[in-house]
């Protein structure tokens, strides 16, 4: 497909321009369209013969993804192209081997492949306007044989851990809860959830190098607990939620920042 051809031919450019200049950034700004674009076009690199020599553009477009630190991906409309064409598009991340910060933003889950390669090196993980629930992201197998039966329900014990991760961002999606997924962020020091639908603070404690958690804009109405959950926390921001009382917090004696603006708290 032409279109395949030349979107990644545009892509290289822009890469190779942005790794050019002296104060890029590190973050490669990508669409849907163009992630869609490298992943049938690398595809179609490995069912060559392997014997055969990558020409110039392919070779710097394998060379362009492997030095890729940083991307943003987003599911941003594209002309002569409808929001479910979109979000129907295969997006394989597992040729980034380097990459260190993902950020993905509009992106159906069920788009995404080759996340199992990439869970172990990631250090910031940012996914907004993507997931009904944490496993949705979270949760990803050790790499198996492919006659490997994946399991029929989310196995969080068999799971991979994020084991670098530091911070993650799950902003601005429709979680309702914070899901036992949330503990395979082992090594996890921020975590921002707000703007979300979550009732309920659980499923932290595990999280022994938490620092810092962001749950406004949420339906929180208790803390009930929270001295359990949130025993290590440096910082806390609660602001916009349904909190009417204080009671879950007084054990809380780390806490250097707490935000509880604009509830319902009896002064």
């Known amino acids: 497909m032409q279109d395949v051809g030349r979107i990644t031919d545009d892509l290289v450019t822009k890469t190779t321009q942005c790794f050019a200049s002296e104060d890029h950034e590190e973050i490669i700004q990508m669409s849907s369209l163009e992630l869609h674009c490298v992943t049938r076009r690398l595809a179609s690199l490995s069912a060559d013969d392997p014997k055969t020599s990558l020409c110039g553009i392919d070779s710097r477009l394998v060379e362009c993804i492997s030095e890729m630190k940083g991307i943003h991906v987003t599911g941003q409309s594209v002309e002569k192209f409808s929001f479910s064409a979109l979000r129907a598009l295969s997006l394989d991340l597992s ?35 993507c997931i009904q629930t944490l496993s949705d992201i979270l949760v990803h197998y050790p790499i198996a044989p492919q006659d490997t039966m994946t399991p029929p329900h989310v196995d969080v014990s068999s799971a991979l851990p994020w084991a670098r991760l530091r911070f993650a961002d799950f902003k601005n999606n429709n979680l309702k809860t914070i899901d036992p997924s949330i503990r395979l962020l082992t090594a996890l020091t921020k975590l921002d959830l707000s703007c979300n639908q979550i009732s309920g603070i659980e ?16 339906c929180i109405k ?23 009382c204080l009671d879950g917090l007084e054990r809380l004696s780390s806490l250097n920042i707490v935000d509880l603006s604009f509830n319902g708290i009896a002064s």
Do not use: C, P
């Open 203 to 218: 499923n932290l404690s595990e999280l022994s190098h938490l620092e810092t958690v962001d749950l406004s804009y949420n």
């Open 222 to 244: 208790s803390l009930q607990g929270a001295s359990h959950q949130l025993a290590h926390m440096k910082g806390l921001r609660l602001s916009h939620n349904q909190i009417s």
């Open 95 to 129: 040729a980034f081997k380097n990459l260190t910060l993902l950020k993905l933003e509009s992106i159906s889950q069920s788009q995404l492949t080759g996340m199992e390669y990439i869970v172990h090196q990631l250090l910031t993980l940012a996914v907004q306007k």
